[in-house]
């Protein structure tokens, strides 16, 4: 059967199967990282990669997040997540409630055989090292942006202005897309799964983010 024909669940049950079958990361876990642009898609993908993956536990960054720090959660996702699970230990971590601006009651996420984290800033410097596959949702800013803004709706609109400038001052400093081992492009109902640019620049290096072109399927 030719890429072209393919179906469209394909490509994301054949990264479940791989992403199985790599060696741990962090721990016994092994930590997949859905990086990309606002409104790139990456919440949606993530969940039908975990559904592939047998009902894989999915932290979503918006829940570490917070207003006064959208980017300057590094050490929270540490603390409450990435070191119980390098002890094989269930992660306990206070999701943040956007509505009341306040965090919630604990909540418990399972040290499992894959765990995805999908969020904008998910493959940063400091996780890196205890990610077993790094995938980049392959959509360029503007585009993402404005499909986040349509979602939203015009009482996001202040939000989003500032949430870009916030995206951009981040990737221009921690750029995550240079270091993707795969590239995630949403096709029709399904998606393409591509080799990531990781291992053309070393992990200690500074690389100035650059969107690739937005690509047809």
């Known amino acids: 059967m030719s890429e072209s024909h393919r179906p469209p669940g394909t490509a994301i049950d054949d990264l479940a199967h791989t992403l199985h079958r790599l060696p741990p990361s962090c721990g016994p876990v092994r930590l997949i990282a859905v990086d990309g642009h606002a409104g790139s898609g990456k919440t949606t993908f993530t969940g039908r990669l975990a559904a592939a993956l047998g009902g894989a536990p999915v932290l979503h960054l918006d829940d570490i997040a917070t207003h006064d720090e959208p980017f300057d959660w590094t050490r929270r996702l540490v ?122 620049v070393g992990s200690d290096q500074n690389v100035t983010h650059r969107d690739g072109p937005s690509a047809v399927c």
């Open 79 to 200: 603390s409450q997540v990435i070191e119980p699970l390098r002890y094989g230990e269930s992660a306990s971590y206070t999701p943040y409630d956007w509505a009341s601006r306040r965090f919630g009651p604990p909540r418990t996420m399972p040290a499992a055989p894959v765990v995805l984290m999908e969020g904008v800033g998910a493959g940063r410097r400091a996780v890196r090292p205890f990610l077993a596959r790094l995938l980049w949702m392959e959509l360029a800013g503007e585009e993402a942006w404005a499909r986040g803004r349509l979602r939203d709706g015009v009482e996001q609109s202040e939000f989003w202005a500032g949430w870009v400038d916030a995206e951009r001052r981040h990737f221009a400093a921690d750029p995550s897309r240079p270091f993707a081992d795969l590239l995630v492009r949403q096709c029709g109902k399904g998606y393409e799964v591509l080799p990531g640019p990781a291992g053309t």
